[in-house]
């Protein structure tokens, strides 16, 4: 079965970068989109950013756009987030999650999720 496994997350101050990965299987890796989604306390699942199949292109929430970037290695069956530059307002479980179509933002759409990775940013 199609498992997600989110790994990386950590407390840092402001300012400073953290990796998440994300590694994957029990499905065909480079066929779907992977992305990461992130939830605050008192707040929805909000998207992060997604990445299409074979790298065929991305898509950033505004509020992370031209700091996080995603990145996926289909040999390696894992996506990652490389977060720069990082403020208290990124705090958040963050979510990998998948799917084969459909709407890259839209978390409704998404029918594989992992469990999530905490990151919690000090100010």
């Known amino acids: 079965q199609v498992q997600l496994e989110e790994s990386g997350g950590g407390l840092v101050q402001a300012g400073d970068s953290l990796r998440l990965s994300c590694a994957a299987s029990g499905f065909t890796f480079s066929t779907y989109v992977m992305a990461w989604f992130r939830q605050a306390p008192g707040k929805e699942r909000a998207f992060v950013a997604a990445?299409?199949?074979?790298?065929?292109?991305?898509e950033y929430a505004e509020a992370v756009n031209g700091r996080f970037t995603i990145s996926r290695q289909d040999a390696l069956q894992t996506v990652y987030l490389q977060m720069n530059n990082l403020r208290p307002e990124d705090t958040a479980v963050y979510y990998c999650?998948?799917?084969?179509?459909?709407?890259?933002?839209?978390?409704?759409?998404?029918?594989?999720w992992g469990r999530g990775t905490q990151v919690t940013v000090s100010s």
């Open positions: 990445i299409g199949m074979s790298n065929t292109g991305t």
């Open positions: 999650a998948t799917l084969e179509v459909g709407t890259w933002a839209r978390k409704d759409d998404y029918p594989y």
